[in-house]
């Protein structure tokens, strides 16, 4: 092993940022082994507590990077995140990785911050409102990077590398050439101390490289259990420090689960071959890993993974078409486990309800896909639980679908039907038929609102809708204004008049509604209620005549 003389040891990282150096492309490393203790055997401990003999608080973090919209995937992991701090008694840490400042989008971080309060997945700290452990932005805590790579370097366990991009793609094509995993050769782990002050008083651009131990790397994974992977057989020595003074993911990643303490890391399982890799840095360090748990993929509908770049899978796509935060919340609960079937007795679970019911024990290792159909399932009975049993969102609710109303129907605002009253009648109507709010506005929808325009169409005699509303208007004729009283007065109607019943019906559609499809005409006559009802019967008799 080289030794770095006293002289170079004291070179860190250029002062000012250089220009972007890339290396070859990161490559998977082969799991030799995945032991997964079965049910009879149990399941590594999952106490919530490190793994010595002090107690020690948990510490959990998401870690997102700031390059584009959070999707559900990246809220899955926010959720599980702050689910396992809040069942026991820990901390919920978001930290911003800003360290690719080639993918680096402006506001990106701001964006995944408000998409986490709207969620009601708020942190405990965070670059905002701060922490003990803060910065909680990467690219504020430059100088504890340059501080901790000078002592990997002193010890021996990183190097300067000076290979060329130029040289880094001749290896990755020589090795697809000959069919095998393109890595790097680790050359520059073989310059002299002599060698390397000379390229450096060259100014010859260079990155820093970790020196990988070549022993099997085994660590338990909470949900996968042991697994091993021999990495160094699979990878080249990874850059830590990029040639344009910033850490790459994986030191800097390292180096701040150090510092803010944090005990648990729940990351996705794509991120689970980089796991050897950063436990060895840990070791490199002599700092203890904190304890790994890598959660199941969520794909699509139709088995393809998740991306940033699918408008339909991104928060922003569920706020805007209606869905409550709890509800995208219960329905990402349904992609991966991680409850108990009690759960699934609680038509319409609350963020309480989900941290009591977490377990990470009862995760499921494979992927799993998304079901659509869930989501408008829990978003109808968050709907309803918020009318039921939450007065201030139930207010909230009204005063949300009259501000739609109104802006939908803005040209109409004369004819709006939109006393609070009518309108919690029709969200009560309206609860099964519909998937969200926004369904309210939707055109087959409009006469709960709008009087239908004038129709002077002489379907039926105009004497005859006139009797058909002074019967209507009176409980003698018609007790119960419910669907089915209404569709056997309306066949019995037509009956005593010689009328079609199919003429009578397109009248009273026309009359109620001016539209021609929607709702039954039973069922509108129900939601407008007997005065609305009859107010709209008359008013197509007197334009008929």
Do not use: C
């Given at each position: 092993m080289n030794v770095i003389s006293g002289s170079l040891r004291k070179t860190c990282l250029p002062v000012g940022l250089l220009s972007s150096l890339r290396t070859s492309p990161a490559v998977g490393c082969v799991r030799l082994y995945c032991d997964k203790p079965s049910s009879e055997t149990g399941k590594p401990s999952v106490s919530g507590k490190a793994s010595s003999s002090n107690e020690q608080e948990v510490r959990v973090r998401f870690a997102p990077s700031p390059t584009g919209h959070m999707h559900l995937g990246g809220l899955r992991t926010a959720l599980y995140n702050y689910l396992y701090a809040k069942a026991h008694g820990g901390k919920f840490v978001l930290r911003i990785e800003d360290t690719d400042r080639e993918r680096f989008v402006e506001g990106a971080a701001e964006k995944l911050y408000a998409d986490l309060k709207w969620a009601g997945v708020e942190p405990d700290e965070d670059p905002y409102k701060g922490g003990p452990h803060g910065p909680y932005t990467q690219s504020q805590r430059y100088d504890i990077y340059k501080r901790e790579v000078k002592k990997l370097m002193e010890d021996g366990r990183a190097y300067y590398c000076f290979c060329t991009e130029r040289r880094l793609e001749l290896l990755r094509k020589e090795a697809l050439r000959l069919r095998q995993v393109p890595k790097y050769d680790n050359k520059c782990r073989h310059l002299t101390p002599g060698q390397i002050a000379e390229r450096l008083a060259k100014n010859d651009k260079f990155c820093i490289r970790f020196r990988l131990d070549s022993k099997g790397d085994e660590f338990n994974d909470l949900i996968f259990g042991k697994i091993v992977y021999f990495i160094a057989q699979q990878e080249g020595d990874p850059v830590i420090i990029k040639s344009d003074g910033y850490?790459?993911?994986?030191?800097?990643?390292?180096?701040?689960?150090?510092?803010?303490?944090?005990?648990?890391?729940?990351?996705?399982?794509?991120?689970?071959?980089?796991?050897?890799?950063?436990?060895?840095?840990?070791?490199?360090?002599?700092?203890?890993?904190?304890?790994?748990?890598?959660?199941?993929?969520?794909?699509?509908?139709?088995?393809?993974?998740?991306?940033?770049?699918?408008?339909?899978?991104?928060?922003?796509?569920?706020?805007?078409?209606?869905?409550?935060?709890?509800?995208?919340?219960?329905?990402?609960?349904?992609?991966?486990?991680?409850?108990?079937?009690?759960?699934?007795?609680?038509?319409?679970?609350?963020?309480?309800?989900?941290?009591?019911?977490?377990?990470?024990?009862?995760?499921?290792?494979?992927?799993?896909?998304?079901?659509?159909?869930?989501?408008?399932?829990?978003?109808?009975?968050?709907?309803?639980?918020?009318?039921?049993?939450?007065?201030?969102?139930?207010?909230?609710?009204?005063?949300?679908?009259?501000?739609?109303?109104?802006?939908?129907?803005?040209?109409?605002?004369?004819?709006?039907?939109?006393?609070?009253?009518?309108?919690?009648?029709?969200?009560?109507?309206?609860?099964?038929?519909?998937?969200?709010?926004?369904?309210?506005?939707?055109?087959?929808?409009?006469?709960?609102?709008?009087?239908?325009?004038?129709?002077?169409?002489?379907?039926?005699?105009?004497?005859?809708?006139?009797?058909?509303?002074?019967?209507?208007?009176?409980?003698?004729?018609?007790?119960?204004?419910?669907?089915?009283?209404?569709?056997?007065?309306?066949?019995?109607?037509?009956?005593?008049?010689?009328?079609?019943?199919?003429?009578?019906?397109?009248?009273?559609?026309?009359?109620?509604?001016?539209?021609?499809?929607?709702?039954?005409?039973?069922?509108?006559?129900?939601?407008?209620?007997?005065?609305?009802?009859?107010?709209?019967?008359?008013?197509?008799?007197?334009?008929?005549?």
């Open positions: 850490p790459t993911y994986h030191f800097a990643n390292v180096v701040d689960d150090h510092y803010m303490k944090i005990t648990h890391v729940l990351r996705g399982v794509e991120w689970q071959i980089s796991t050897p890799k950063h436990i060895q840095l840990f070791h490199a360090f002599g700092w203890r890993p904190p304890q790994y748990a890598h959660l199941p993929l969520i794909m699509n509908p139709n088995g393809s993974k998740l991306s940033k770049r699918q408008g339909d899978v991104q928060l922003e796509h569920y706020r805007n078409n209606g869905v409550f935060p709890q509800a995208l919340l219960n329905y990402i609960t349904q992609s991966g486990g991680g409850f108990g079937r009690e759960l699934l007795e609680i038509e319409a679970p609350q963020l309480t309800d989900l941290i009591r019911q977490f377990d990470l024990k009862k995760i499921n290792a494979n992927s799993s896909r998304l079901n659509p159909e869930l989501l408008k399932h829990f978003n109808r009975a968050e709907i309803r639980y918020k009318l039921e049993n939450d007065p201030e969102a139930a207010e909230r609710i009204v005063r949300e679908v009259t501000e739609m109303v109104r802006k939908e129907f803005s040209k109409e605002v004369k004819n709006l039907q939109l006393n609070p009253e009518h309108v919690r009648d029709v969200l009560s109507w309206s609860l099964p038929r519909i998937d969200s709010l926004q369904d309210l506005v939707k055109n087959k929808l409009s006469f709960l609102w709008v009087l239908p325009k004038p129709n002077k169409e002489k379907i039926v005699d105009s004497d005859v809708l006139a009797v058909l509303a002074k019967n209507l208007a009176t409980e003698e004729d018609v007790p119960e204004f419910n669907k089915s009283e209404l569709s056997r007065f309306i066949k019995a109607f037509a009956e005593r008049n010689h009328l079609a019943f199919e003429k009578l019906m397109k009248a009273l559609r026309t009359g109620l509604s001016g539209l021609q499809e929607g709702p039954s005409v039973p069922e509108m006559m129900e939601i407008l209620g007997r005065e609305k009802t009859v107010e709209r019967i008359e008013l197509a008799a007197g334009r008929q005549k």
